[in-house]
């Protein structure tokens, strides 16, 4: 890992296809908003505190800076779009349309496309895919126009669902609720053995459990989320480095340098250069 994984990645769109099941391990999180379109198959995406499942016609939104990992769950043909664009080029959006669609638009969560319109939405993405992948005059503008294209259609479908948690899988809640207390208490310095007691379950049960939902152990959850606190702090304030580790959770600044790095690939003092 290098400087490379950091560059600003201003607009760009991928399919992304595979055979059966997987787990991807890429980057937990990074600058830059993510929408997950599925065409083909099912999967399971962990954003922030939740998991989502999802099928054909189905979209992820994931923000900037927000923790996730995807589990594919189709033993069949898997073909997933992922859009990724900056923050700057939200606020050129918004900007263009004289209106605040990204700010509504950009928030965590699942949307499903209406069954009717999934066909015009898979000619819209296969539009911005060869737009950007052949490059002709003008694509860059045609790619920004057709993703707030895409923007304006998911704020109305956003808009027209009800979130409908009474449906929500027990296992699923319950993991949300862990996130959620580890993410409180982050700056303590919480055991696997004291959130276990606080959930009244064992130290193995809820490991594996966690696990299962998120894709990430209690302890790989519980860092990442430091990491990415730290993140802000780093580009955000006037903090020393000790101080940050301090803050956010960790006791020895070293393993927080360690962690940091092995996280983002670059080292506290280098990451904050980027601002």
């Given at each position: 890992m290098d400087r490379k994984r950091h560059q600003t990645v201003e607009f760009k769109i991928l399919k992304e296809s595979r055979m059966g099941q997987a787990r991807e391990d890429s980057e937990r999180f990074h600058r830059y908003h993510e929408i997950y379109y599925i065409a083909?198959?099912?999967?399971?995406?962990?954003?922030?505190?939740?998991?989502?499942?999802?099928?054909?016609?189905d979209f992820a939104l994931i923000p900037a800076g927000?923790?996730?990992?995807?589990?594919?769950?189709?033993?069949?043909?898997?073909?997933?779009?992922?859009?990724?664009?900056?923050?700057?080029?939200?606020?050129q959006i918004d900007t263009f349309l004289e209106a605040e669609i990204t700010g509504a638009g950009i928030r965590a969560g699942k949307i499903k496309a209406p069954v009717q319109r999934q066909e015009a939405?898979?000619?819209?993405?296969?539009?911005?895919?060869?737009?950007?992948?052949?490059?002709?005059?003008?694509?860059?503008?045609?790619?920004?126009?057709?993703?707030?294209?895409?923007?304006?259609?998911?704020?109305?479908?956003?808009?027209?669902?009800?979130?409908?948690?009474?449906?929500?899988?027990?296992?699923?809640?319950?993991?949300?609720?862990?996130?959620?207390?580890?993410?409180?208490?982050?700056?303590e310095q919480i055991t696997l053995p004291e959130v276990a007691a606080h959930f009244a379950v064992s130290p193995?049960?809820?490991?594996?459990?966690?696990?299962?939902?998120?894709?990430?152990?209690?302890?790989?959850?519980?860092?990442?989320?430091?990491?990415?606190?730290?993140?802000?702090?780093?580009?955000?304030?006037?903090?020393s480095v000790t101080q940050i580790a301090d803050q956010c959770g960790f006791s020895d600044s070293n393993y927080f340098g360690d962690a940091f790095k092995k996280a983002t690939g670059l080292s506290p003092r280098d990451y904050r250069k980027l601002s």
């Amino acid at each position: 890992m290098d400087r490379k994984r950091h560059q600003t990645v201003e607009f760009k769109i991928l399919k992304e296809s595979r055979m059966g099941q997987a787990r991807e391990d890429s980057e937990r999180f990074h600058r830059y908003h993510e929408i997950y379109y599925i065409a083909e198959g099912k999967c399971s995406v962990f954003i922030g505190q939740r998991t989502y499942r999802l099928q054909t016609g189905d979209f992820a939104l994931i923000p900037a800076g927000t923790l996730h990992k995807t589990d594919f769950t189709s033993h069949g043909q898997n073909t997933k779009y992922v859009i990724s664009f900056s923050v700057n080029t939200a606020k050129q959006i918004d900007t263009f349309l004289e209106a605040e669609i990204t700010g509504a638009g950009i928030r965590a969560g699942k949307i499903k496309a209406p069954v009717q319109r999934q066909e015009a939405i898979l000619l819209l993405v296969n539009r911005m895919l060869y737009e950007f992948e052949n490059q002709p005059p003008l694509g860059k503008s045609l790619c920004l126009t057709l993703l707030a294209e895409l923007l304006i259609s998911l704020q109305r479908y956003r808009a027209g669902e009800e979130e409908n948690d009474g449906n929500e899988d027990p296992a699923h809640g319950r993991m949300r609720e862990v996130a959620s207390y580890l993410c409180e208490h982050a700056r303590e310095q919480i055991t696997l053995p004291e959130v276990a007691a606080h959930f009244a379950v064992s130290p193995s049960y809820l490991s594996r459990i966690f696990h299962q939902e998120t894709g990430f152990g209690v302890r790989e959850y519980l860092v990442h989320y430091r990491i990415r606190q730290a993140c802000d702090l780093l580009l955000n304030s006037d903090l020393s480095v000790t101080q940050i580790a301090d803050q956010c959770g960790f006791s020895d600044s070293n393993y927080f340098g360690d962690a940091f790095k092995k996280a983002t690939g670059l080292s506290p003092r280098d990451y904050r250069k980027l601002s």
